[in-house]
């Protein structure tokens, strides 16, 4: 079965300073991945999908990710954090057999002043 | 505006009594889903629709129903809830299920608490 796992539950970094957000993946043949954003009382919103090809996405707001098949990585990454930038992220990978997307357990980013 | 709408978004409902939480989009997507949020599992698939009058369960069905009598319309209904349903529920939905790589478009959410 496909899974993703988000190891850190928070994530603190300081504004203007670059971000990280860590994301792993497990997946039988080639992933799908996926990130969202979710703002406090709105639901996910799509930030970037790999699918194949470029190992670097770019995405919306500022936001890349980067795709690593060796060490079965999906991170988020942005140059300069922003205030606006806390929220809930999730990483997700699709599950084919099942038609839906498999999420992991989500990472909340604090970007403080 | 191409949305997914929900309704209600917050909910406060005692033991037993049957509620339905609608779900609506306007972007003609033949796949529709239900999932629930809950802290530290992240998004769990409740049921999922591939096109009008084809549902089928997602990892965690029981106590849910669904229909799909319309390609716009998506209802989750629960016909007895229970304690153990409070939670977050996102609707969602996206075009062609065979194209695998589009991504998901989601509802603003319902947060529902069952006393």
């Known amino acids: 079965a496909q899974s993703v796992a988000q190891p850190e539950d928070q994530v603190n970094v300081a504004e203007g300073n670059p971000l990280t957000v860590k994301c792993t993946y497990s997946?039988?043949?080639?992933?799908?991945l996926f990130w969202y954003v979710q703002y406090p009382n709105r639901g996910l919103q799509f930030l970037l999908k790999?699918?194949?090809?470029?190992?670097l996405v770019k995405g919306s707001y500022g936001f890349e990710a980067e795709f690593n098949k060796s060490q079965t990585s999906f991170h988020l990454k942005k140059p300069s954090a922003l205030v606006s930038d806390s929220a809930l992220y999730f990483c997700?990978?699709?599950?084919?057999?099942?038609?839906?997307?498999?999420f992991g357990t989500g990472t909340r980013l604090l970007v403080s002043p | 505006e191409a949305q997914v709408t929900q309704n209600p978004r917050y909910l406060i409902t005692v033991t037993g009594k049957k509620l339905t939480v609608t779900c609506s989009q306007n972007?003609?997507?033949?796949?529709m889903s239900w999932y629930r949020q809950d802290p530290g599992l992240g998004l769990r698939q409740i049921y999922y629709?591939?096109?009008?009058?084809?549902?089928d369960k997602g990892d965690v069905p029981e106590g849910y129903k669904v229909s799909r009598k319309e390609k716009r319309n998506f209802p989750l209904i629960l016909e007895s809830p229970s304690p153990n349903q409070t939670s977050l529920y996102f609707c969602?939905?996206?075009?062609?299920?065979?194209?695998?790589?589009?991504?998901?478009?989601f509802g603003p959410g319902t947060r529902l608490t069952v006393l």
């Open positions: 629709s591939m096109n009008v009058e084809v549902t």
């Open positions: 972007m003609n997507h033949e796949y």
């Open positions: 997946v039988s043949g080639n992933p799908y």
């Open positions: 790999y699918i194949t090809g470029d190992n």
């Open positions: 969602a939905s996206s075009p062609t299920p065979s194209n695998s790589y589009n991504e998901q478009f």
């Open positions: 997700a990978v699709r599950d084919f057999g099942f038609q839906k997307l498999v």
